[in-house]
């Protein structure tokens, strides 16, 4: 019972927020004031965001192999719209095949 609480504890107030918020945004989104602070967050987002892709990037990219399993992934994900579970399982499948084998390219 106790884990159920604790659940729907941490679970529901975003939850309800996110239903609160969808209702509330289809009523204001054509207001030009809320246009423009919702393009100065996506702004301050995007730059959070791109901060976070080269923290990650330095503490990951360590090999060639490396850098070239990134770009590889951006650029199907990109260009051709595959799917990034996809990207995931079939990187994680080719460093466990690799690791059988005695082999490391990721370092």
């Known amino acids: ?3 159920l609480l604790a ?3 941490m679970f ?12 509330i945004y ?6 030009l004031f809320i246009r423009r ?12 965001l791109f901060f976070v892709v080269l923290s990650m990037g330095k503490v990951t990219l360590h090999s060639p192999a ?3 399993w990134a770009v590889g992934a951006l650029i199907a994900v990109r260009y051709y719209n ?3 579970l996809w990207i995931f399982l079939s990187g994680i499948a080719l460093e466990l095949g690799l690791f059988f084998m005695g082999i490391s390219i990721l370092g």
């Not at 107030?13 to 918020?21: A, E, K, L, V």
């Not at 602070?37 to 959070?48: E, Y």
Request: glycine letters at 12%; hydrophobic letters at 50%; a positive charge.
């Open 7 to 9: 659940t729907i504890g």
């Open 1 to 3: 019972m106790g884990s």
């Open 12 to 23: 529901y107030p975003s939850f309800f927020y996110t239903i609160i918020m969808s209702e």
């Open 26 to 31: 289809a009523k204001i989104k054509d207001y």
């Open 66 to 68: 490396a850098y070239i």
């Open 37 to 48: 602070g919702l393009k100065g967050i996506l702004a301050a987002f995007t730059g959070m």
């Open 82 to 84: 595959l799917n990034i």
